[in-house]
Every structure is written in structure tokens, then in C-alpha cells.
């Protein structure tokens, strides 16, 4: 058949599905509506129109068809398409008449259109004869063979009648060995249901293990899980408690370095208030000379510059290990807490719980050396010399630093006259 021809029957198959869909009722259309204008036929009626032509094409399908009728039957590949989604909708409804006379138009030229390519000289009729000829053939084929199995049950079945009649004789003798077994097969019952017993038993003894069995394994996993909770409870408290000792330990050093502390200021007092009073007396002196004030200014600041040396290292010490210790007792808690946060956030997000990890990690990862500083001063005349202040003085003030050594040398110089004077022995005067 025609391939043309082929793709008419799936439009018109297509056709009649749309039908049976669009129309809900298989009723007269004008009685159902109760109007005059629409035609009495029913959605079956309307769909074997379609099916005589898809049967006729059956039928009376050419293989080869002329070139018009082939681009005239191609064309209607489209126009039962357009038939199909727009018309057939219209059946139930007002437009029903319409849509019928549509119908009934298009399929009667659909016909017209088919019969150059139908056959007109009995070639399809013969065909279909021949075809018909050849599934009877087929038919009485397929008995003959199906006769052959037979013929061979037949020989099996006189063979049997045979082997029957030779085991006549031999009845006696085959009751006697049906009896024996029968007795075999008594003993062989009575000893598999003392088994089926036995069996019954060691089932019974082996569902109350899996029993036993299943519960231990409820219990162990629901051990394991506490044991798990545990271990991550025991880590976060081992690290608090190691945060929390060297806090502790940071903690007592650092109130000693207070004690020195006041100590220092204690003993600068001292000192200082010592040598304020030498100063005043000194200046009440009226003869007395600038190198003996410069010597006992210079005396005075060696006595308060110890304490104030220490004073200054007490101070930088409390301030660092006040940091540290403030670092390690915010570890740990950290670490305490976030065991109770981990739990929280497991149950909300795990995406929280993730995140939560990494910010602990974080906090952990942090060195305390970041809170010491870098660099290591021996003296605050050191730290002050370091300072951004004097070298911002130092670019700032041209000749800042020439002006500095000048006067530290004229300082050391006023100073090294009047020691030696202070060491020289005054020579005691001879008697007359």
C-alpha cells in the first residue's frame, strides 16, 4: 500500500478519536439538543463514515498512484487535521449543524479524491482473494503439523498398552515390593516426624536467639550512640579543661607581676620622695654649684629608674598575660558550650552544625603569640626611641635627632667633671 494511503488511515484513526472524545453522548444530536437544525445522527454513525474509508483503503490500496491524485490525497493530510481540532469540538454545541455539514462534506470529497487511487480492474480484489488463500493454507499447515505430535503420542500410547500387558505377569511379584516399600516408607514417616519435631524445636530455640540477638543489637547501637554523645562531650571538656588550667595559670603569674608592680611604685615613691627631699635641701644651700645639682639630679634618676624600669616591664607583662588569659578562658568556653550549641544546631540545620564547627576550628586555630607583641624592648628609653611619635619627630623636626645627641653629650660631659670632683679626696691642711 501506498504510503499516502497509509498516513489517510492514521488521520482518519486520529479523526475518529477525536470523536468518541469531543461527543459525550451517543444519542441523536438533534433529539439530545431538541433542535431542528441539527442532523439525528449519533457519534457512532458519524465515526463509521470515517471507518468505511479507512476500510476501503484497506481494501482497495493501491502500491502505486497517479501523481495528481497522490498531491491531492497528501493535501488532505491537512485538511482532516484542521477538521479534527477545529470542528469536531463543535459538535456539541450550537454550532453542531455546521460542524456535522463540515464533516459530512469533507469526508464525501475524501472519497471522491480516493478513487484514482483505488483499484478499478479486480488487481486489489485478487489480491485480497490471494491473501485470503494464503491465511487458509497457512491454516490447514499448521493442522497437518500440529497431526504429527499426535501420530507420535499414538505410538507412545501402544507402546504403554504393551509394556502394560508385560507388567500383568509380573503383578504378583510387584505387590510383594509395593508392600515392602510401603513399609520402608512407614518407618521413613515416623523417623521425619520425630525429626519435624526436633526441627520444630531447634526453630523455636532459634527465632528466641534472633529475638535476644536483634535487642542486643537495639541496645548496642543505642550504647554506641551514647558513647559517641560521650566522647564528644569528653573532648569539648578536656579542651576547656586545658583552656581553663592555663588560664588559671596565666591568671596567678599575672598577680604576681601586680604585686611587683606595686612594689616598683612603692619603692619609686620611696626613693623618689627620698632624694625630692635631698634636692630641697640641697637647693637651700645658697653657695651651691650647678655640677652638684646636675650630680644629684643624675643620682636621683639612677635611684627611681630601677623601679621605674621594673614598674614599666610589670606593667607590659600584666597587660599581656591579662590578654591571654582572657583568650584561653574564652576558648574554653567555647569549648564547654559547644557541645549544647552542636546538638541545637543538628536539629535545626545541619548546614548551622557545619558552619558552628568552623567557627570553633576557627577560634581554636588562633595563636595566643598573636596577643604578645613582635617586638622586644630592653628599656623604655628603648620603647619610647621606637616609638611612632619620635620618628615621626624624627622626619618632622630637621635636626631633631643632631639637637638629642647634642645635649646627651653636653650631659655626660657636665656630669663627668663633677664625678671626679665628687671622687677626688680633699686633702687635709698640715698643723703649724
Not at 497457512?138 to 508385560?166: C, D, H, W
Not at 520425630?194 to 534472633?210: F, G, N, P, V, W
Not at 588560664?247 to 604576681?256: D, H, T
Request: aromatic share 6%; glycine share 6%.
Amino acid at each position: 500500500m501506498h504510503t499516502t494511503l497509509t498516513a489517510i488511515q492514521g488521520h482518519l484513526k486520529s479523526l475518529i478519536a477525536q470523536l468518541q472524545s469531543s461527543i459525550p453522548s451517543d444519542e441523536p444530536l438533534g433529539v439530545v439538543h431538541g433542535n431542528w437544525s441539527l442532523p439525528s445522527l449519533t457519534k457512532t454513525e458519524f465515526a463509521e463514515e470515517a471507518q468505511t474509508l479507512i476500510d476501503l483503503i484497506e481494501s482497495k490500496g493501491a502500491d502505486d498512484i497517479p501523481a495528481e491524485a497522490n498531491t491531492r490525497l497528501t493535501d488532505y493530510g491537512r485538511r482532516i487535521e484542521f477538521l479534527r481540532v477545529h470542528t469536531i469540538p463543535q459538535f456539541w454545541g450550537g454550532n453542531g449543524g455546521q460542524a456535522a455539514a463540515a464533516y459530512m462534506l469533507t469526508l464525501e470529497g475524501l472519497r471522491k479524491a480516493l478513487e484514482p487511487a483505488l483499484s478499478r480492474d479486480g488487481h486489489a480484489d485478487a489480491v485480497t482473494t490471494l491473501r485470503n488463500l494464503t491465511t487458509k493454507l497457512r491454516g490447514l499447515e499448521s493442522k497437518f503439523n500440529s497431526l504429527e505430535p499426535r501420530t507420535a503420542s499414538l505410538t507412545s500410547m501402544v507402546e504403554r498398552i504393551e509394556q502394560a500387558y508385560t507388567s500383568a505377569d509380573q503383578l504378583p511379584t510387584d505387590l510383594e515390593s509395593l508392600a515392602e516399600a510401603q513399609k520402608k516408607i512407614e518407618d521413613l514417616l515416623r523417623e521425619s516426624t520425630k525429626e519435624k519435631d526436633a526441627l520444630s524445636q531447634i526453630k523455636a530455640r532459634a527465632d528466641e536467639y534472633d529475638k535476644a540477638l536483634r535487642a542486643s543489637s537495639s541496645e548496642a547501637r543505642v550504647v554506641l550512640e551514647r558513647c559517641e554523645t560521650a566522647y564528644s562531650a569528653a573532648t569539648s571538656v578536656g579542651l576547656a579543661a586545658a583552656f581553663s588550667e592555663r588560664s588559671s595559670e596565666l591568671a596567678q603569674s599575672m598577680w604576681i607581676w601586680v604585686v611587683g608592680l606595686v612594689a616598683a611604685l612603692v619603692a619609686g615613691s620611696y626613693f623618689g620622695s627620698a632624694q625630692l627631699h635631698g634636692l630641697s635641701d640641697l637647693f637651700s644651700e645658697p653657695d651651691v654649684t650647678t655640677s652638684v645639682v646636675i650630680l644629684n639630679l643624675m643620682l636621683s634618676l639612677l635611684s627611681v629608674g630601677a623601679p621605674v624600669w621594673f614598674g614599666w616591664l610589670a606593667t607590659k607583662q600584666v597587660g599581656q598575660r591579662f590578654r591571654l588569659a582572657e583568650d584561653y578562658a574564652f576558648k574554653a568556653s567555647v569549648s564547654r558550650a559547644y557541645e549544647g550549641f552542636r546538638r541545637e544546631a543538628a536539629r535545626i540545620d545541619k548546614d548551622m552544625e557545619a558552619r558552628l564547627l568552623a567557627s570553633a576550628l576557627s577560634r581554636f586555630d588562633e595563636l595566643p603569640l598573636r596577643l604578645v607583641e613582635n617586638e622586644t624592648h630592653g628599656s623604655p628609653w628603648h620603647e619610647l626611641a621606637s616609638s611612632d611619635l619620635i620618628k615621626e619627630a624624627f622626619r618632622a623636626i630637621p635636626g631633631f635627632a643632631d639637637q638629642v645627641k647634642q645635649l646627651a653629650a653636653k650631659a655626660v660631659d657636665a656630669a663627668a667633671p663633677t664625678a671626679r670632683s665628687a671622687t677626688t679626696p680633699t686633702p687635709i691642711p698640715k698643723p703649724d
